[in-house]
């Protein structure tokens, strides 16, 4: 595909299918493959070697770091980070005798979430707004907003700020990001952001 006067950027070793949507100021790398019907919003970066697979929707400023296959059933909000060589799937049983396309199972990566590098992401589920993924979980069970998630089987261990940072709450179920100083507030086994999402 020729990108020469093209609002983004598709490295010459890569291969972008008919039907693939790409915004403004999107990047992709060396070794890629965009298969078509399948959607980049607005300033994506997409490492080397990453597979998109058909009808995946990628939203605005993802960014998907090396070695990362986006398989069909696969959605991902704005401003999601896919750490390298994490994993979808999207069929629950897999057989190589057994076709199931038909049984694919969508996977939702809801706004600001972030993947670690080399987890596992089970179809069928959605990891809420601003979930952080540590490295090497493995994960089964949709996880809340928020909530942070570690380990093999996944499980939640805490919650995270929209910078990234750890949440501690106090008696009255209140707590601030170090780092950016926004509040947060536990309620009824939720976190909600008192500074809007």
Not at 80 to 94: D, K, Q
Request: hydrophobic share 35%.
């Amino acid at each position: 595909m020729n990108t020469q006067d093209k609002p983004y950027f598709v490295h010459e070793s890569s291969y972008v299918d008919e039907g693939v949507e790409i915004g403004k100021g999107s990047k992709i790398w060396h070794f890629c493959h965009l298969m078509g019907p399948s959607k980049l919003g607005e300033n994506c970066n997409l490492g080397q070697n990453v597979v998109v697979s058909p009808e995946v929707q990628l939203g605005n400023r993802v960014k998907v770091q090396n070695n990362v296959s986006i398989y069909t059933g696969v959605t991902c909000e704005d401003d999601v980070f896919l750490g390298p060589s994490m994993v979808f799937t999207n069929v629950y049983n897999p057989r190589s005798a057994v076709v199931r396309k038909n049984e694919f199972r969508k996977t939702l990566v809801k706004k600001g979430a972030t993947i670690g590098a080399n987890a596992t992401i089970v179809c069928g589920i959605e990891i809420g707004k601003y979930a952080f993924i540590g490295a090497g979980a493995m994960v089964n069970r949709s996880v809340p907003d928020f909530g942070l998630v570690v380990g093999n089987p996944g499980r939640q261990i805490g919650w995270m700020s929209k910078a990234g940072k750890r949440l501690h709450f106090d008696e009255e179920g209140k707590a601030v990001c170090p780092e950016a100083l926004d509040r947060y507030r536990f309620i009824e086994g939720k976190v909600v952001s008192l500074d809007g999402l």
